[in-house]
């Protein structure tokens, strides 16, 4: 049976949460519930960085601003996790090109990359913190549940995911002038720091009222 199922939803699941998916991956085949997962995922370290990573993003990702921080610094880490994790896939199952899996990972994981960091970038536009909570724990149990489905079902599961981007990528296009909307307030708050005195003291009056 083909693994490019299981290649573009991980892939999907890579560009959200790469930490959950390599946890999760790497749980279901140490307990033998799946034997298409590569033994490089199975180690005990690498399963255990995972698991702290995941429990720093997921601290990370329900903060505003922060979230869109640890974002643009997986800019490059999401996409590139969810190639490995494809090319390893690829590699255990032998019905796949390793280099084709990994091409297909790292496209879908950039792909869903760029949707939650649009998305998040839109709902950091509201000033109170509880629309990132949500929306955090979402894309959280999303990843969890679609992962666990495609270890299973992979092609119900890769059909889910597939829809998932179509429609991310639609709500990211709709969603545009929040976007643009972030970028203006944080530019602001960028030259707000600059001119602001040392000590955030105010400068000095120069309209002649002293009082010598």
């Known amino acids: 049976m083909s693994v490019l199922p299981l290649v573009f939803t ?10 959950a998916v390599v946890l999760l991956l790497g749980v279901f085949g140490a307990t033998g519930l799946s034997d298409e997962v590569p033994e490089a995922l199975q180690r005990p370290d690498v399963l255990i960085a995972a698991a702290v990573l995941f429990l720093c993003e997921a601290v990370a990702d329900k903060i505003p601003y922060v979230d869109s921080v640890w974002d643009s610094v997986h800019t490059v880490i999401r996409p590139v996790s969810g190639a490995v994790v494809a090319a390893l896939l690829a590699g255990q199952s032998g019905s796949l090109p390793e280099l084709a899996a ?4 790292g496209t879908t994981a950039l792909l869903s990359h760029f949707v939650k960091a649009g998305t998040r970038m839109a709902v950091n536009t509201s000033p109170e913190p509880l629309s990132n909570i949500a929306v955090s724990t979402a894309e959280d149990l999303a990843v969890a ?33 929040r976007i643009r909307r972030f970028w203006r307030r944080r530019a602001q708050r960028r030259e707000e720091r600059r001119l602001s005195p040392p000590g955030g003291r105010q400068p000095a009056a ?6 010598f």
């Open 10 to 19: 991980s892939g999907w699941a890579s560009g959200i949460n790469a930490y």
């Open 102 to 105: 990994g091409a297909v990972g």
């Open 145 to 177: 549940g679609v992962i666990t489905f495609a270890v299973f079902h992979p092609v119900a599961a890769a059909v889910i995911a597939a829809t998932l981007l179509a429609v991310g990528l639609a709500v990211v296009a709709f969603l545009a002038q």
């Open 206 to 211: 120069t309209d002649g009222s002293e009082h």
